[in-house]
């Protein structure tokens, strides 16, 4: 409910928060969470977790900010669309987000899409030693 609270807040103090994953980043890291938040019972105050969320909050920025830098112009307006309708650490099958985009060609989703989004490390599968499985999915980062 706390991480809810988070988003919610900064999201409303800055729009941007609603869309950065700070969930994700908080798995990535979720004993030091845990820890933090045992260290702070302990001293009796959350100076701690505070700097912990922040240090997250700063290497998400950080993050997006350097795969900005690295798209520069060579995005293109499939991959664009692509990225704006996926959710970053969220697992999508290649037929929902053809759905989501509207495709019925597999070609054109693969060779516009697809293809140079994880060619730009934008998108990445969750099998990647298995590239045709059915329970393959695609992930944001």
């Known amino acids: 409910m706390a991480r809810l609270w988070h988003t919610a807040i900064l999201s409303k103090w800055k729009r941007i928060f609603a869309y950065i994953p700070i969930e994700s980043q908080i798995e990535k890291f979720q ?5 933090t938040i045992a260290d702070c019972h302990k001293a009796g105050n959350s100076d701690i977790f505070i700097e912990f969320m922040l240090k997250q909050i700063d290497d998400i920025l950080d993050d997006i900010s350097r795969q900005s830098s690295e798209e ?44 140079p ?3 730009m490390h934008m998108i990445e599968m969750t099998i990647p030693d298995k590239p045709r499985s059915k329970n393959q999915r695609y992930i944001k980062r």
């Open 31 to 35: 004993d030091e969470y845990y820890q």
């Open 117 to 119: 989004a994880m060619e």
């Open 72 to 115: 520069g112009e060579q995005v293109t307006e499939y991959v664009k669309k692509l990225l704006s309708i996926m959710e970053y650490g969220v697992p999508y099958t290649s037929r929902a987000i053809m759905d989501k985009l509207g495709l019925k060609s597999k070609e054109t989703f693969r060779k516009n899409y697809l293809g």
